[in-house]
């Protein structure tokens, strides 16, 4: 069945690369392949990543300024963002990802809120720095509870030289509050990748270094720092409820639900705990070099990792740590085995292309797995080397490998396969939905949510089976269901 598998998959590539060009097709079979966990050196281990999207194809990636305003700075509650551009760019990316937060909105949380320069051509011809000063004022003024302010510009910024790093820093000595500017223009870089890793640079140079924040911070032994959760549907909630359980005490969980203080007091952690991977490694890296913080991955998808990292994080503190973990396992096991045997013979067999950014490529599998279900297909939008390498640990199959992949390869790709269920992005929704092919959204959840811990499995699963089993399916068909015509 493997070998079957495995050669539908080399022969789904050949399909796809026969209709480019020849320059094309070499290089796009650089980021596609298959591999299995048997495998020695797979598709893993080569595929070409983290490159410049083929001009003129219709690539699923973000930009640098959605990698840092819309994924790492927009969660943070208590500062306001304000992007410095045209107004499209600002609106687009406003509160998109369901980053859940408690306050006040409007008063002392801003997380919903939309501020933006709102460029016109005059400020393109005649630069932007002014404007963007007055916009500063404005906030202040407006909302007084404000903790701080990031600057996040647009494309335009770079190309005609605003001076955002000066006002930015005018602005911090007048209001002595922090203003943090980034230059995260969309162009640069081949992806949101890049922008995650600007917004690290400057949590490292502008937070990392205000050791006012921490200067009366009591530490405890289990003091923890949960990074890289950005609390879609609540997730980090859930996740901060076992790390309690346990015993340990989070003192800063960001950028979901976090505030600046929680990231100026997170180098007096014991652990850092890092959920996104590609997001956040730099400034986990940072902070375990310059303040002797380790770091370690956890995957709270699914009860197996979730266990699994558990007890690995238990391992790190020993001690009664240990024990407390066991029992909220075994609290927690007889919950679990029920959702898989509830939802188990509904799901069982069924096949699941993944295509998706982040860690979620890989950290989703076992969930699925959990449920019997299989991955036959799954790929980044903007990963790299590093992140496809972690992936070959969680196959366990052989299993399609595609990078930066379009909308064509995608829909040959199912086509061929025939799986049962899609997970990607917004993006891809309404395509497959057309196709009549069962989907869900897995960048926010589909609206539902939290998809982390073992009371969330729950929640996960339900979602599966509404999305594969609802009588909605009965009214329409896939491509390959259908009768030929005139048959």
Not at 17 to 22: I, K, Q
Not at 78 to 87: E, L
Not at 281 to 302: A, D, L, T, V
Request: proline share 4%; glycine share 10%; hydrophobic share 35%.
């Amino acid at each position: 069945m493997s070998e079957m598998l495995e050669e539908l998959q080399l022969e789904a590539i050949k399909e796809v690369l026969e209709v480019y060009p020849a320059k094309a097709a070499k290089s796009r079979a650089k980021h596609l392949g298959v591999d299995s966990p048997e495998g020695v050196k797979g598709a893993c281990d080569t595929t070409r990543s983290n490159k410049q999207t083929v001009p003129g194809v219709m690539s699923q990636r973000g930009c640098a300024y959605a990698g840092s305003k819309g994924v790492v700075w927009g969660p943070i509650k208590d500062m306001i963002h304000i992007s410095h551009g045209p107004i499209g760019c600002g609106q687009y990316s406003r509160g998109g990802r369901r980053n859940y937060y408690t306050g006040t909105t409007g008063i002392d949380t801003f997380g919903t809120m939309n501020f933006s320069t709102d460029f016109s051509e005059k400020d393109i011809v005649f630069g932007g720095d002014t404007r963007l000063k007055k916009a500063l004022s404005e906030i202040d003024e407006l909302f007084p509870l404000n903790n701080g302010i990031s600057i996040q510009s647009e494309c335009p910024i770079g190309l005609i030289g605003d001076d955002i790093q000066a006002v930015a820093k005018k602005h911090k000595s007048e209001s002595s509050k922090p203003t943090i500017a980034v230059s995260c223009e969309g162009f640069r870089g081949v992806s949101q990748s890049l922008g995650h890793h600007l917004a690290n640079d400057a949590i490292r140079d502008e937070v990392m270094t205000d050791t006012s924040a921490r200067s009366d911070f009591q530490s405890t032994p289990y003091d923890v720092a949960i990074i890289g959760d950005y609390n879609i549907g609540g997730d980090a909630w859930a996740t901060r409820i076992l790390l309690e359980e346990m015993g340990l005490r989070v003192i800063a969980q960001w950028t979901g639900d976090a505030t600046y203080k929680e990231m100026a007091i997170a180098p007096k952690s014991k652990l850092n705990l890092l959920h996104c991977y590609r997001s956040m490694n730099y400034i986990s890296r940072h902070m375990e070099q310059e303040f002797e913080i380790p770091w370690m991955e956890y995957n709270f998808f699914g009860p197996s990792n979730t266990t699994a990292s558990l007890r690995k994080i238990a391992e790190f503190f020993g001690g009664e740590i240990v024990a407390n973990t066991e029992a909220v396992i075994a609290k927690y096991t007889k919950m679990t085995d029920e959702v898989i045997a509830k939802y188990k013979s509904k799901l069982e067999g069924k096949k699941v292309m993944l295509y998706i950014g982040g860690l979620r490529p890989r950290h989703v599998i076992g969930a699925y797995e959990d449920l019997g279900m299989e991955i036959i297909g799954t790929g980044y939008e903007f990963g790299h080397g590093d992140d496809y390498k972690r992936t070959k640990e969680d196959l366990s199959r052989s299993t399609l490998i595609y990078d930066d992949a379009n909308e064509y390869e995608l829909e040959q790709f199912v086509k061929k396969l025939r799986p049962d269920l899609v997970a990607a992005g917004v993006k891809e929704k309404y395509v497959f939905q057309k196709m009549g092919l069962p989907f869900r959204q897995m960048h926010s959840w589909d609206y539902s949510g939290p998809y982390h811990g073992y009371d969330a499995f729950a929640i996960f699963a339900k979602d599966m089976d509404l999305a594969m089993n609802s009588p909605v399916w009965s009214h329409t068909k896939a491509p390959w269901d259908k009768q030929e015509v005139g048959a």
